[in-house]
């Protein structure tokens, strides 16, 4: 698993503050589509990030600092290449299809390409997350807080019985 804070720390550089270091492309790839199919798309990504060892193991030896680096180096290119590269083809390929169906002012182009786009952003959110088993995680979550019992007290000044969880 990649360290939680080299993720956070690529978060932070990349997406935040949208600053890119291998690739530098002119304007937003594709101006008419929406960027929360690309912010899922990119949190995706580093969610597969955070599930994979990104430094090989027979490299432990190596300190937690540089570690931290080089994790940070691979993420930074590996999301600018699949952000930018291929995310943005799947953008651009998608807008000009749907330039050949609709009409160049059609309102309806625009909400067909920002709901395709969603579509593969989604399923791509849901490949991931079936690679990556985050379904049987998320339901051992739930079991784990269904599994704490309930307890009953009285809510002051009300005489009625209150049910609360009990934090163990």
């Known amino acids: 698993m990649?360290?939680?804070l080299s993720i956070l720390a690529?978060?932070?550089?990349?997406l935040i503050s949208g600053t890119t270091f291998f690739i530098h492309q002119k304007e937003h790839i594709c101006p008419e589509a929406t960027k929360i199919a690309s912010i899922?798309?990119?949190l995706s990504i580093l969610y597969l990030f955070y599930e994979m060892q990104l430094i090989p193991s027979h490299w432990s030896?190596?300190?937690?600092?540089c570690k931290f680096f080089m994790e940070l180096l691979v993420m930074l290119l590996l999301l600018e290449f699949g952000?930018?590269?291929?995310?943005g083809f799947v953008e651009i390929q998608s807008a000009q299809l749907l330039s050949a169906l609709f009409d160049s002012d059609s309102s309806y182009k625009?909400?067909?390409?920002?709901?395709?786009?969603?579509?593969?952003?989604l399923t791509t959110?849901?490949?991931?997350?079936?690679k990556t088993k985050l379904h049987e995680k998320a339901y051992n979550i739930y079991s784990e807080f269904k599994a704490k019992p309930m307890i009953e007290s009285q809510s002051p000044g009300t005489g009625r019985p209150q049910r609360r969880r009990r934090n163990l």
């Open 110 to 121: 625009l909400i067909a390409l920002n709901t395709w786009l969603m579509i593969l952003s």
């Open 2 to 4: 990649a360290d939680i």
């Open 125 to 130: 959110f849901i490949l991931i997350g079936i």
């Open 40 to 42: 899922t798309v990119y």
């Open 61 to 65: 030896h190596i300190p937690e600092v």
């Open 83 to 87: 952000v930018i590269f291929i995310w």
């Open 10 to 14: 690529t978060f932070v550089i990349h």
